[in-house]
T-cell receptor, first 110, second 115 residues
């Protein structure tokens, strides 16, 4: 079951904050976040393994609420380089494969 | 260290033909994943190969198949091509599914166009 990402698209000015959500109808073992810039391959950002765990990467952090079966990606003081499409990939226990959401397109304007 | 490579970059075929896409993982990585990225549909999991064996496949018809060679490179074959097969096909390699370092490294993709 494909996780649902929201919003589908967001436009920000440089320096503003954004939150991207990823929800699953199934229990999750882990959540992975990737960013894909236009015309490029997706690049790994972070993985969250435990419920409630929060991880950080520069000014990008994420949380994983196991009970709610959702994860959120937080981008603070966004930079132009943050533009791209963000995908969450969810793993349901033991599958050893990722099911990706449809993506959230983030556009950062100067 | 060389990244994941894929060939060809672009492939144009007509309906009913067969397409073969190739992927070379990062040296030392034994797992290869294939994804289809059609417009507006995100990344759809196709196949997972590890140590030469098919370990899992996504919700795709049997005309999507592949294999992994002893050097861990992989091939994706799509038979009886249909117009809706037009998409970017991405290959990703992974060292091992450890539970803590499951980063997948993606190749640049093969753009398949079916006319």
């Amino acid at each position: 079951q494909q996780p649902v990402q929201s919003p589908q698209a967001v436009i920000l000015r440089e320096g503003e904050d954004a939150v991207i959500n990823c929800s699953s109808s199934k229990a999750l073992y882990s959540v992975h976040w990737y960013r894909q810039k236009h015309g490029e391959a997706p690049v790994f950002l972070m993985i969250l393994l435990k419920g409630g765990e929060q991880k950080g990467h520069e000014k990008i952090s994420a949380s994983f609420n196991e009970k709610k079966q959702q994860s959120s990606l937080y981008l603070t003081a966004s930079q132009l380089s943050y533009s791209g499409t963000y995908f969450c990939g969810t793993e349901m226990g033991g599958a050893q494969k990722l099911v990706f959401g449809q993506g959230t397109r983030l556009t950062i304007n100067p | 260290e060389a990244g994941v490579t894929q060939s060809p970059t672009h492939l144009i075929k007509t309906r009913g033909q067969q397409a073969t896409l190739r992927c070379s993982p990062i040296s030392g990585h034994t797992s290869v994943y294939w994804y289809q990225q059609a417009l507006g549909l995100g990344l759809q999991f196709l196949l997972w190969y590890d140590e030469g064996e098919e370990r899992n496949r996504g919700n795709f018809p049997p005309r999507f198949s592949g294999r992994q060679f002893p050097n861990y490179s992989s091939e994706l074959n799509v038979n009886a091509l249909e117009l809706e097969d037009s998409a970017l096909y991405l290959c990703a390699s992974q060292l091992v599914w450890s539970g803590t370092t499951n980063e997948q490294f993606f190749g640049p993709g093969t753009r398949l166009t079916v006319l």
